[in-house]
């Protein structure tokens, strides 16, 4: 990591904006929290995987390039995420902050990122770990379920709906994500084991890194994130 980035100080120390970067294996909760996570901050969370899965609803140039690599569990190109995310990333509404989830997945992805940042000047980028019981996460992914309307994302067995597979906010039906199948879930691991893991030693070096553990129910990993956040 550039030696510009570097700090070894709590969040709280800094008067910049926060760039939170969530990471975590395939069903860790990285969507969940940074739900939670944005509206008690005000600041927007921003997914690489649900702006993909976004194209590919709309059938756009990108969606159709990408639509078979995501069904697989594979990564998608570098070039096409990371021109993706910096546009996304020049909105306005982050200038005040910002979270990401899902990016960055690899060594590459957060070489640009340490670019951007260090372009822009006004962020302090934090990396927060989300561990799971690797036992735990196969549940979470074959048992989510998502509002495709208002994005809530639930679990048949830890998180139901008040009604089976109909969304408790806007009672629309929920469906499940195409990469949540067996076959793509193994890939999904494998790609995080091999590409996305060895980023905590990348952030652990540069003292961005700090952990939580996400085994508690989901208000409880917010409660522990906040409190990360907002040392007292
Ligand atoms: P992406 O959408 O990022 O998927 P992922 O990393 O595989 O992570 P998930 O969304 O499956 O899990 P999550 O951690 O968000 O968990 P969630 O909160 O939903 O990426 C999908 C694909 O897009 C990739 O495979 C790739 O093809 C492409 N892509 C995306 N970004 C890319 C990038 N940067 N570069 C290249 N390609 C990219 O929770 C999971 C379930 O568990 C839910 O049912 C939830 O209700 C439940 N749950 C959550 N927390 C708890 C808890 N504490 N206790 C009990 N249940 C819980
Ligand atoms: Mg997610």
Not at 43 to 69: C, D, F, H, Y
Request: glycine share 6%; net charge neutral; with cysteine.
């Amino acid at each position: 990591m550039d030696a510009a980035l570097r700090h070894d100080q709590p969040h709280a120390a800094s008067r910049r904006a926060l760039a939170l970067l969530l990471l975590g294996p395939p069903g860790a909760g990285k969507g969940t929290q940074s739900h939670a996570i944005s509206r008690k901050f005000g600041i927007p969370e921003i997914s690489t995987g649900e702006m993909l899965r976004e194209a590919v609803r709309a059938k756009t140039e990108l969606g159709n390039q990408v639509k078979s690599i995501m069904e697989s569990g594979e990564l998608v190109p570098d070039p096409l995420v990371c021109a993706l995310v910096e546009q996304r990333l020049s909105q306005p509404d982050c200038a005040q902050g910002f979270i990401l989830d899902g990016f960055p997945r690899n060594l590459e992805q957060a070489r640009f990122l340490d670019q951007w940042l260090r372009s822009q000047c006004r962020f302090e980028p934090l990396a927060l770990n989300i561990q799971v019981d690797p036992n735990l996460l196969i549940k979470r992914l074959t048992g989510r379920r998502m509002c495709p309307r208002c994005r809530t994302i639930y679990n048949i067995y830890f998180n139901s709906p008040q009604k089976d597979e109909i969304c408790d906010k806007d009672g629309s039906p929920l469906a499940q994500r195409r990469d949540d199948s067996e076959a793509a879930i193994r890939t999904r691991l494998q790609e995080y084991e091999a590409q996305t893991k060895p980023l905590l030693d990348y952030y652990r070096d540069s003292g961005f890194l700090r952990e939580v553990d996400g085994d508690p129910d989901p208000p409880a990993v917010t409660s522990a994130i906040l409190g990360l956040l907002e040392p007292s």
